[in-house]
Nanobody, 125 residues
């Protein structure tokens, strides 16, 4: 089964930016929905943003205006540009993907069968 591999996490100061990437372990160009989730020790896994194959995007209110999700449909790669990072953005960030077409992309884990191992983002004040 194809794996997703995230990269780009790190430790930054509040107000800084980071760019996360997520690539499949083998060639894929048939994702219908891709998404970013995050989780830390205090909270359940939280949906951050998703993008549909036609590039329709949705964002959680907590990141709207600061984060931008994008994709490269030619090779199934997902990106997340995070600007003006805050300490509350600290978490492990996971990418997720699925080939099924539900019409709209899920904002919960149930809508995604393929997951990465996560990349840590730490924001200090």
């Amino acid at each position: 089964q194809v794996q997703l591999v995230e990269s780009g996490g790190g430790s930054v100061q509040a107000g800084d930016s980071l760019r996360l990437s997520c690539a499949p372990s083998e060639y894929r160009n048939n994702w219908n929905c891709m998404a970013w989730f995050r989780q830390d020790s205090r909270r359940e896994r939280e949906w951050v943003a998703n993008i549909r194959r036609d590039d329709f995007t949705s964002y959680a209110n907590s990141v709207k205006g600061r984060f931008t999700i994008s994709q490269d449909n030619t090779n199934g790669t997902l990106f997340l540009i995070m600007n003006n990072l805050k300490p509350e953005d600290t978490a492990m960030y996971y990418c997720a993907a699925d080939t099924r077409n539900f019409g709209t992309c899920y904002r919960t884990s149930a809508g995604y069968r393929y997951w990465g191992q996560g990349t840590q983002v730490t924001v200090s004040s």
